[in-house]
């Protein structure tokens, strides 16, 4: 019981910077995108998982796909 609490306590700890810099980026329009099971992009926001990703932040209309 205790560990449904503190897996996300930690997970928020530890990925605190990048968690800030995808709600800025979604304020600013980003929107997560579902891609599939695919290696990790060096370019991307992303979240990896086992060293896959299934998810990219990406811009609505005119900007970069990857930013």
């Not at 997970?11 to 995108?33: C, R, S, V």
């Not at 060096?42 to 930013?67: E, H, M, R, V």
């Amino acid at each position: 019981m205790i560990a449904l609490f503190l897996i996300p306590l930690f997970f928020n700890i530890a990925n605190a910077d990048a968690l800030d810099t995808f709600k800025k980026e979604q304020d600013k329009g980003a929107e997560w995108h579902y891609v599939g099971e695919q290696p990790l992009d060096p370019n991307a926001k992303q979240i990896d998982i086992n060293g896959d990703i299934y998810w990219k932040l990406k811009w609505k209309g005119n900007k970069s796909n990857d930013k």
